[in-house]
């Protein structure tokens, strides 16, 4: 989303963790939530080159456009005319983590993803490695939208990993952004040897 700040407000953002903004209609200092619930927790705040914009890396509790949407982008200009997109992939993946977990309420006979978590570890171990082994075979020699399709298990099958551990896919972003810029190599080899 897009808002105003002023001194204040990024002041009020820095002190509580919670992104404020400035209300040019209202001429008042408003937290995004503070209404709806659906607060923005800040993790980092950058600013460009000129230091007049300001960016705030966030988790949003629930959607952060009115309209329901994860992100207020979600029109591309397309043929000379704006056209609705599906989610983001990184809202997505929180949106499909929070289906995960409520399927942990359902019962195995019901639920997929119940029964795997039922089976631990053991059984969503094999499934990843089944569905990485689909997906490298499809890599070598089937069609895009067989890669897409193995891809696409495959990520689900780690995320219920993630889950029955009680990690999410923002812990694996990290880990991901602390790695980039760094030879993969140099990564690596900084690794301690497993225990």
Request: include cysteine.
């Amino acid at each position: 989303m897009v808002a105003y700040m002023n001194r204040e407000a990024l002041e009020r953002t820095l002190a509580t963790g919670n992104a404020t903004f400035w209300s040019r209609s209202r001429k008042a200092l408003w937290t995004k939530g503070e209404t709806s619930g659906h607060v923005l927790r800040v993790h980092s705040v950058l600013c460009d080159c000129d230091a007049d914009t300001v960016l705030l890396l966030v988790d949003p509790d629930g959607p952060s456009c009115h309209t329901g949407r994860p992100s207020c982008f979600f029109r591309k200009y397309e043929d000379g005319e704006w056209r609705e997109q599906p989610v983001d992939a990184r809202p997505f993946l929180h949106e499909l983590e929070a289906v995960i977990e409520a399927r942990q309420q359902s019962t195995a006979e019901k639920s997929y993803t119940r029964s795997l978590l039922d089976g631990g570890p053991a059984k969503i171990g094999s499934k990843i490695r089944e569905e990485a082994d689909e997906l490298s075979r499809a890599i070598a020699g089937e069609s895009d939208e067989r890669v897409l399709s193995e891809a696409g298990d495959l990520l689900f099958h780690v995320l219920v990993g993630l889950r029955q551990r009680g990690l999410d896919v923002r812990g694996v972003l990290d880990v991901l952004a602390k790695r980039t810029g760094t030879s993969g190599h140099a990564e690596k080899a900084s690794r301690s040897p497993k225990a």
